[in-house]
């Protein structure tokens, strides 16, 4: 099962930044206005999904880190 936080979002995209730039992404956490509506998380079982499609392919979290960097690098390389 493919999972990911946006927190772990968040981390890359800094990661790379610090890279690309030598300096910290600055964030600005604001409060969150429907904390009795909102969702914190998203999970689907995907197990009847296995049993139709045993062959599906799957991805993995590094190689879903390893193509958003490739996109940062991509977009940022543009905007310079």
Known sequence: ????RVADV???C???HREATGR???VELVPNPVTGIY???TCADVTALDKVLPERPTVSIASVEARAAELFKTF????T
């Open 1 to 4: 099962m493919f999972f990911s």
């Open 10 to 12: 968040m981390q890359w």
């Open 14 to 16: 800094a990661r790379l």
């Open 24 to 26: 910290p992404l600055l």
């Open 39 to 41: 969702q914190y998380f």
């Open 76 to 79: 940022r390389s543009r905007a």
